[in-house]
């Protein structure tokens, strides 16, 4: 009997065949009823090393009890020879089927080396036009305009390599909603930022609403990973907010979490009427995708990293877009060329826009500009 996670989760063993071609007949089971996609839990574990050799102890470990989890070095019992072989046996099921995905929950793990090196056959060993990875690295990143411009450039071109369907993720329900992480303002930001890089965007329900955090009491706590009486990652999980009535119009009867108290002002209700809401915002910036397709497929190229704004540009042809972002507290300049601003973050963000083209934003704010 073995558990990578709880014990109440045994690990399927995926080396016997006959696992793997009932896993695909459960694809096939929902994809036959018309589900568009996947998304594939904790897929490191599902191969191991066959001869199940103890994980190596991790020297650099901390904590009190040198047996705990983080006390090893996961070099066994993840990541396997099998691995890749396996997520691809999964994409040939979804091949079978017209225009669907399954995206992979993937950690990279610094023990065992260069994180974007264990990216890497997620885009050489299977069918990366219909499976990916969450690429959650960008929930990790300092909060400035270096940290996300080194990660997005770094990520850009270990994708296209080899033509390669890059994937950007900035918020799930592992971690502390985007609001709670950075604030409102960054939160547009990260919108903005989102919408306008290539490949597939993946949005945690709320977010595109400006959600944040709820506040979870010791009685309340549900997840059962929860170390603390704080409720684990409840904070993030609590109910979505479809309005201001009675538990945000989630439920008639009483939801498994409370509703976050601030469901009265950040509701999808109330933000259908508010051309300056969230949902406006990644609502025009997902219709801009989509009937231009240039901010999908289009060539990626960081233009600039300079005191703390970060320009970056989607082009395709004789369309160019150019996206800055302006990462710090306070005002800051960037020379650019001059272009229609398509989107801004928030109202009167852009302070000066002059014909030579020094741009001026607001703190924590950001442009969307076609040249």
């Known amino acids: 009997y073995l558990h990578s996670f709880l014990k109440e989760q045994p690990d399927l063993n995926w080396d016997n065949p006959v696992v793997r071609e009932e896993m695909k007949n459960v694809l096939r089971f929902w994809l036959d009823l018309g589900v568009d996609g996947f998304r594939a839990d904790a897929v490191w574990c599902i191969s191991k090393d066959p001869d199940f050799t103890d994980n190596p102890r991790n020297k650099a470990y901390q904590g009190d009890d040198p047996l705990e989890f983080g006390g090893y070095i996961h070099k066994n019992s993840k990541n396997g020879p099998n691995l890749f072989k396996y997520l691809n046996e999964l994409t040939f099921v979804l091949a079978e089927y017209y225009d669907k995905r399954i995206i992979f929950e993937y950690y990279p793990d610094p023990n065992l080396g260069d994180i974007y090196s264990q990216f890497k056959p997620f885009y050489t060993d299977i069918n990366n ?86 506040d979870i009491l010791p009685h309340q706590v549900r997840d059962p990973s929860a170390t603390d009486e704080m409720g684990g990652r409840d904070p993030q999980r609590t109910p979505m907010q479809w309005s201001s009535s009675e538990h945000a119009g989630f439920t008639t009867g009483e939801p498994w979490l409370p509703v976050a108290k601030s469901y009265t002002a950040y509701n999808v209700d109330a933000q259908l009427e508010d051309d300056e809401s969230f949902l406006s915002l990644y609502q025009m910036l997902l219709h801009l995708r989509h009937i231009d397709p240039v901010l999908i497929h289009g060539n990626f190229e960081l233009v600039d990293v300079v005191n703390d704004m970060l320009v970056y540009q989607r082009s395709e042809g004789d369309k160019v877009y150019l996206v800055v972002l302006n990462f710090a507290d306070e005002r800051r300049s960037a020379k650019v060329p001059k272009g229609d601003i398509l989107f801004v973050t928030n109202a009167a963000d852009v302070v000066d826009y002059g014909v030579a083209g020094d741009i001026t934003l607001k703190p924590h704010s950001a442009v969307l500009i076609k040249l």
């Open 129 to 214: 036009r219909i499976g990916m990875p969450f690429n959650f690295e960008g929930m990790r990143q300092h909060w400035s305009a270096e940290s996300f411009g080194e990660f997005i450039d770094r990520y850009q071109h270990m994708v296209l390599e080899p033509e390669g369907m890059p994937m950007y993720c900035f918020g799930n329900h592992d971690q502390p909603r985007i609001v709670s992480r950075f604030g409102r303002r960054q939160a547009r930001m990260i919108a903005l930022l989102e919408l306008t890089l290539p490949g597939l965007p993946t949005i945690y329900n709320g977010d595109e609403i400006g959600m944040e955090n709820g």
